[in-house]
């Protein structure tokens, strides 16, 4: 059974960081790719990152570009967000999701598992 359980997520002040995590099992290790998501007050889900548990590669929103950092620890099958820089507009609920996938991919519609949220609130 695969299961994603994120962690991580917690109030802080705007120009701060904070490290979200998603611990992944049941996964025929690596051939998975693994999403973040975060749906924010009165908005649409969207997507933020995602990082090949196959050869590590990644890829970014614009919007958190260069303040966001993807990561994996596969020994311990954890896949990382940390966030720095943070800004109100981040404020949401932050979801990881994952799949067997042969490429990267920034549509939910491609993800089958997903994890029950972390809440992330960035005060001004």
């Known amino acids: 059974e695969v299961q994603l359980v994120e962690s991580g997520g917690a109030l802080v002040h705007a120009g701060g960081s904070l490290s979200l995590s998603c611990l992944v099992s049941?996964?025929?290790?690596?051939?998975?790719?693994i999403g973040w998501f975060r749906q924010g007050p009165g908005k649409e889900r969207e997507a933020v990152s995602c990082?090949?548990?196959?050869?590590?590669?990644?890829y970014y929103a614009d919007s958190v570009k260069g303040r966001f950092t993807v990561s994996s620890d596969n020994a311990k099958k954890m896949v990382y967000l940390k966030m720095n820089s943070l800004k109100p507009e981040d404020t949401a609920i932050y979801y990881c999701?994952?799949?067997?996938?042969?490429?990267?991919?920034?549509?939910?519609?491609?993800?089958?598992?997903w994890g029950q949220g972390t809440q992330v609130a960035v005060a001004s």
């Open positions: 999701a994952g799949d067997i996938l042969d490429i990267l991919s920034m549509d939910e519609e491609d993800y089958e598992y």
């Open positions: 049941g996964f025929t290790y690596p051939d998975y790719t």
């Open positions: 990082i090949s548990g196959y050869n590590g590669r990644t």
